[in-house]
């Protein structure tokens, strides 16, 4: 008989993985999601992992509860069992204030009082004048002038006090100045794991938070994606430019790095992406249509559900 070496190392049990599904409550799912819950489930069912459902319910204008309802039905029509009651980060704005008190501790953060519209004509303005482009963000927006980032503090005090709406803004400069040397994370969702090189400076100064709310996407993102020890990120690929952001924030703020797998995009017939905005069809007209969950799986290019 062969005898195994003893094993003197380390008693720790290794920690499970964990895999989160992140939808925002302001539509029903389309195939898209599907795909993307059913994977985050499948990979996390092979890592022996968990797998938490998140409602990014932020923008309390176009989430509603009824979506919510809807949106977890779908989930246990498609056979997906959750562990722990879903996040709903709006009711955590004390845990992105907190994030963004450490930011400003480190003066990155600046109250910006640009509207959309007002950067949209800058940039027009700067192209009719300069005779070449005013950059875009990965999402297409022009970046954000910066004007007043250096402002006194009285002129932004008394433009505050005066009921001016304005978001604050991460001082990009500033934050990869503060940050150690060049920033990746892993990305196992291309052909092969490849090691990715952030960019968050394609972003520009983003918005981190509002003056009515505590928090943007990327902020509340990665502050739960730390809190709640998720190991893996599974999502679109259309949010892989987004994670540059994430990977700074996660470096400003001393947050784990999570493994990130961008996968493919789910397209409609037309070549586009699917959106809930364009009315795609949604999970529930295909399970109504008679459509069953296997189909659904074959449909997103899954095989049938691991054992
Ligand atoms: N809430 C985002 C969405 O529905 C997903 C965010 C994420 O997975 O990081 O597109």
Not at 24 to 49: E, M, Q, V, Y
Not at 152 to 169: H, K, L, M, V
Request: proline letters at 7%; charged letters at 25%; a negative charge.
């Amino acid at each position: 008989m062969s005898e195994r070496p003893a094993d003197h190392g380390s008693t720790e049990v290794p920690a499970r993985r964990v895999f989160r599904f992140a939808p925002s409550p302001n539509g029903l799912l389309h195939l898209g999601h599907a795909f993307s819950a059913l994977l985050n489930h499948d990979l996390a069912h092979l890592a022996g992992g968990r797998l938490l459902l998140r409602l990014e319910d932020i923008d309390r204008a176009r989430s509603t509860p009824e979506f919510e309802r809807r949106i977890i039905e779908d989930l246990g029509w498609l056979g997906l069992a959750f562990d722990e009651v879903p996040r709903r980060q709006h009711e955590h704005h004390a845990d992105y204030e907190a994030a963004l008190d450490a930011l400003r501790g480190e003066g990155l953060l600046y109250p910006a009082f640009m509207t959309r519209g007002e950067t949209r004509a800058f940039a027009a303005a700067f192209e009719e004048r300069e005779g070449r482009i005013w950059p875009r963000d990965p999402d297409g927006a022009p970046v954000y002038p910066a004007l007043d980032r250096d402002l006194c503090e009285s002129e932004r005090n008394d433009r505050i006090a005066a009921g001016e709406p304005f978001a604050w803004r991460l001082d990009m400069a500033r934050a990869l100045a503060l940050v150690d040397g060049p920033l990746g994370f892993e990305d196992t969702g291309g052909e092969t794991p490849a090691e990715v090189a952030a960019e968050p400076a394609l972003w520009g100064d983003v918005v981190l938070a509002r003056f009515d709310t505590p928090t943007s996407y990327h902020l509340a993102v990665t502050v739960d994606d730390a809190l709640q020890g998720v190991t893996d990120v599974v999502r679109g690929r259309d949010l892989l430019p987004s994670t540059s952001v994430h990977r700074l924030l996660q470096a400003l703020l001393g947050l784990p790095v999570p493994r990130y797998h961008h996968h493919d995009l789910i397209l409609g017939g037309d070549g586009r992406k699917l959106s809930k905005s364009r009315g795609d069809v949604s999970l529930r007209a295909l399970g109504e249509a008679g459509l069953t969950p296997a189909d659904i799986r074959r449909m997103v290019g899954l095989g049938p559900a691991p054992a």
